[in-house]
């Protein structure tokens, strides 16, 4: 019990500080209303367009790596079709060699029948 009573004077300290807080800062503030109405309106305009610029930047940099992917993948794409000849040209002239070797063989076996 005596736990929950220190938790009840802790949110209201909490509570009274905020207050507190809350009206030091009114009555010091350097400036009326108005003027802080108007600093605030211009920082949230200058924050605004800061987020417009890395924005653009963003989408900037964005399309320039897409363009570097496709670039990659269409080097990519062009040296294996060059592997895939290469690949079919060598079985080509292996097949050709295997079948020359083969009728010399056979015309070998022949002659000797």
Request: glycine share 12%.
């Amino acid at each position: 019990m005596a736990n929950d009573h220190r938790g009840g004077e802790l949110l209201t300290g909490v509570l009274v500080g905020i207050g507190v807080g809350a009206a030091a800062a009114l009555l010091f503030a350097p400036q009326s209303g108005q003027e802080t109405r108007e600093v605030i309106r211009e920082r949230g305009l200058e924050i605004k367009s800061r987020a417009a610029d890395v924005g653009e930047e963003s989408r900037k940099r964005a399309e320039d790596l897409g363009d570097q992917a496709r670039n990659r993948v269409e080097q990519a794409q062009a040296r294996g079709r060059l592997v895939i000849e290469e690949q079919r040209t060598r079985l080509q002239k292996a097949i050709a060699q295997g079948k020359e070797t083969y009728e010399k063989k056979r015309d070998g076996l022949s002659a000797r029948l």
